[in-house]
Structure formats: C-alpha cells, structure tokens
C-alpha cells in the first residue's frame, strides 16, 4: 500500500502540467539569475511585480519556506530571468516551472537601451503585463492525494462497479495495477515502476479515455468486456492493439 501511495503522490504531482501560472499561490525565486554577471537590479524588480499580482515570493532555500509550502512543494512555482540578449537589444525570457521541473509558462521581453542595467531592467518590465495575477487552485492537488490514501474501495467511473483501489492487470507480457486518482482518471503502473505506464482521462463518451502513454505519446483507450485497451501508436502512423486482462 506504501508503494501505491507513493505512485499516486507522483502522479498527482504529475498532473499541474495543465495549471497556468496564476494556479499559485508560491514563487520562488533563486539566489541569483544564473545568466546573467550581476543581478542589475532584476531580482527586487520582478519580486515587487510578482507580490503586486498577489503573489507569495519565497526564497530558493527550503527551509526557509512557510510550513504550507514545505508541505506541498507543488504548490510552489519557481521563476528565473534569463539572459536571451541579441546583437542590437537587451531581451530576457521569464520563465516559470513547477515541481517537476517542467516549464509552464515563458514570457519575453525585449529592450532597445543598450546600457546593461537599464536595459534588461526595461526588458524585465515589458513582462509584466502578461503574469495574469495570482489565483490558486494547486492545493487542491495536496486534497486529492490525502483523500485518495483515506479511501480503500472507490467508485469506478465508468464500468459501474466498485474495485479496490489497486487492481492488477495483465497485458501477458507484464503485470501493471489500476490505480483510481479521481473520478475523472486513473492509471496504469508496472509492478517495479514509479511512474505510470499510461494515465488515462475521461471523455464525453462512457468507457472510452483519452491516454498519455509514458513515453509522452497521445493516443485512446476504453473498456472491451471487462478488459481495458490501449491503441498503440505505431512508427508507420497505423496503431495496434494492446488488451490488459484483470487478474
């Protein structure tokens, strides 16, 4: 059960790729901007931007974080400003990433003063205008993985009947357990994996899902008597089949 509940917090860390910046409440900011000499004033200027917009900004060092985001760093969303300067202007590029290190947004600014300092400090304010204000939901991802722990035998979307929350299944090569994230997903995962072999989504239709396979592939998957199919994409642009048999 420890296992399942460490695939199920991975997972739904796994799921913010869908969030926008103004999902957070948390900014990090680092020590210092790696891409650039000096700071040039940078780092002040785009925490007073970030804390008029509502957000929190704490530092790189964890442990000097608030409690609520010490609990779920993936609450926290990290900032950088990077160098991305050409031969005639001073451009940075902000860039935002989550808890997996992913980015989720990158804006752009561009500055035609050439001197350094006010120049990439004139770039770094054209971005301003598009970090929409902040508006978080991230912590209710913190909520689903402490219910889905407290709950042994959810409901299953779907087929109508109720399976423990870890069910086995076999594509007759390996085993993989059926984990139920939400009402709206579930996924498959190996027996020694710590990452989902397929994640699965609901769609309009009863039984039929849309599936981000591990290897980043989009494809489908629904229910066939009992089973759960996968179509597999192929290098030739054609799919085939793969049925996972409940054990």
Same mark, same amino acid.
């Not at 059960?1 to 460490?6: D, E, G, Q």
């Not at 900014?27 to 700071?39: G, H, I, Q």
């Given at each position: 059960?420890?296992?399942?509940?460490?695939i199920i917090v991975t997972v739904c860390s796994a799921l913010a790729f869908g969030q926008k910046?103004?999902?957070?409440?948390?900014?990090?900011?680092?020590?210092?901007?790696?891409? /650039?000499?000096?700071?040039?004033?940078?780092?002040?200027?785009?925490a007073k931007t970030l804390r008029n917009k509502n957000y929190t900004v704490i530092p790189a060092?964890?442990?000097?974080?608030?409690?609520?985001?010490?609990?779920?760093?993936?609450?926290?969303?990290?900032?950088? #400003?990077?160098?991305?300067?050409?031969?005639?202007? @001073? %451009?940075?590029?902000?860039?935002?990433?989550?808890?997996?290190?992913?980015?989720?947004?990158?804006?752009?600014? &561009?500055?035609?003063?050439?001197?350094?300092?006010?120049?990439?400090?004139?770039?770094? %304010?054209?971005?301003?205008?598009?970090?929409?204000?902040? @508006?978080?939901?991230?912590?209710?991802?913190?909520?689903?993985?402490?219910?889905?722990?407290?709950?042994?035998?959810?409901?299953?979307?779907?087929?109508? &009947?109720?399976? @423990?929350?870890?069910?086995?299944? &076999?594509?007759?090569?390996?085993?993989?357990?059926? #984990?139920?994230?939400? @009402?709206?997903?579930?996924?498959?995962?190996?027996?020694?994996?710590?990452?989902?072999?397929?994640?699965?989504?609901?769609?309009?239709?009863?039984?039929? /899902?849309?599936?981000?396979?591990?290897?980043?592939?989009?494809?489908?998957?629904?229910? =066939?008597?009992?089973?759960? #199919?996968? =179509?597999?994409?192929?290098?030739?642009?054609?799919?085939?089949?793969?049925? /996972? &048999?409940?054990?």
């Open positions: 059960m420890k296992k399942i509940t460490l910046v103004s999902d957070y409440k948390y900014v990090s900011l680092p020590a210092r901007f790696e891409t /650039f000499k000096e700071d040039f004033g940078l780092s002040e200027l785009l060092d964890k442990l000097q974080w608030p409690a609520e985001a010490k609990e779920n760093p993936c609450n926290v969303v990290t900032a950088d #400003v990077i160098n991305d300067s050409g031969f005639l202007r @001073n %451009k940075v590029l902000v860039q935002f990433k989550d808890c997996n290190d992913k980015v989720i947004s990158s804006i752009k600014g &561009s500055s035609n003063i050439k001197e350094y300092k006010e120049g990439y400090q004139d770039a770094l %304010k054209q971005t301003y205008v598009s970090i929409s204000p902040a @508006n978080p939901v991230a912590q209710t991802l913190q909520t689903r993985v402490q219910e889905t722990q407290s709950i042994e035998q959810p409901a299953m979307t779907n087929t109508g &009947s109720a399976d @423990n929350n870890a069910v086995k299944f &076999s594509n007759g090569k390996s085993d993989y357990q059926k #984990v139920q994230i939400d @009402n709206s997903q579930f996924i498959l995962v190996g027996a020694n994996s710590a990452s989902p072999f397929a994640t699965f989504k609901t769609t309009t239709k009863n039984d039929v /899902f849309r599936v981000k396979l591990q290897n980043g592939d989009s494809t489908l998957g629904y229910y =066939e008597n009992g089973n759960i #199919v996968i =179509e597999i994409p192929q290098s030739n642009g054609g799919y085939t089949k793969e049925v /996972f &048999s409940k054990k």
